[in-house]
């Protein structure tokens, strides 16, 4: 069966330090890959997703960055924090021809 | 663009009571719907899904039926309990080639329910 982690489960960064949160999948290959950003007031926001190594595609203008440096491997970064890079971070996963998306356990960011 | 609108709430009932939460939707071509479910601390789980108008989806209870013709996937249980308690978003996902799995999220409803 697949699964999905993320890590950290809970980081605290203060404002103008890196970020880097790191996502994995098992058990499946070639999977379309997904970061969401989820603020106060619970909606979620496609960052960014990818459809192969080293493809990257962003939705949203930010102070963030993803990388695919292998194929089940998502990592989400920063050179330098912002107090509103505050939030919720979940990575997801789903099949190449799937339509459901299956999420990790999230990350809890607060810049200080 | 595709969007999603559901029930804000914060919804709270008693155990046992019935549930409807509503969802409307905006979509080119013909969508996937998603129900998935936020326990506090965590991340989103798959609740239920269809794929093609009249489809209903169903899991744990909970059910929710794809209307094509009011543009709807409204998410109901007949009988709630105190583990109900949670997030639940409505998601749309576009069939289209370049979509690639993307989803559109609703804004979330809080279910609190109470013994």
């Known amino acids: 069966s697949q699964t999905i982690h993320q890590w950290p489960a809970t980081l605290v960064q203060p404002v103008g330090s890196p970020l880097s949160l790191e996502c994995t999948v098992e058990g499946t290959s070639n999977p379309n890959l997904y970061w969401y950003r989820q603020a106060a007031g619970r909606g979620l926001q496609l960052l960014f997703y990818s459809v192969g190594i080293g493809q990257i595609s962003s939705e949203v203008p930010q102070n963030l960055s993803a990388s695919r440096p292998q194929d089940r491997q998502f990592i989400l970064s920063s050179k330098k924090l912002l107090l509103s890079d505050s939030g919720f971070y979940l990575c997801a996963w789903s099949q190449q021809t799937g339509t459901e998306a299956f999420f990790g356990q999230g990350t809890r960011l607060t810049v200080v | 663009g595709n969007s999603v609108t559901q029930m804000e709430g914060p919804v709270t009932l008693s155990e046992e009571a019935f549930l409807t939460i509503n969802c409307t939707y905006t979509?080119?071509?013909?969508?996937?719907l998603f129900w998935y479910v936020q326990y506090p601390g965590e991340g989103l789980q798959l609740l239920l899904k269809a794929t093609k108008a009249d489809d209903k989806g169903s899991n744990k209870g909970f059910e929710a039926t794809y209307r094509k013709e009011t543009t709807s996937f409204h998410l109901e249980k007949g009988s709630v309990q105190v583990s109900d308690s949670a997030v639940y978003f409505c998601?749309?996902?576009?069939?289209?080639?370049?979509?690639?799995?993307?989803?559109?999220f609703g804004q979330g409803t809080i279910l609190t329910v109470h013994p």
């Open positions: 998601a749309l996902s576009d069939a289209g080639g370049t979509s690639y799995g993307k989803l559109t």
């Open positions: 979509a080119t071509g013909y969508p996937s």
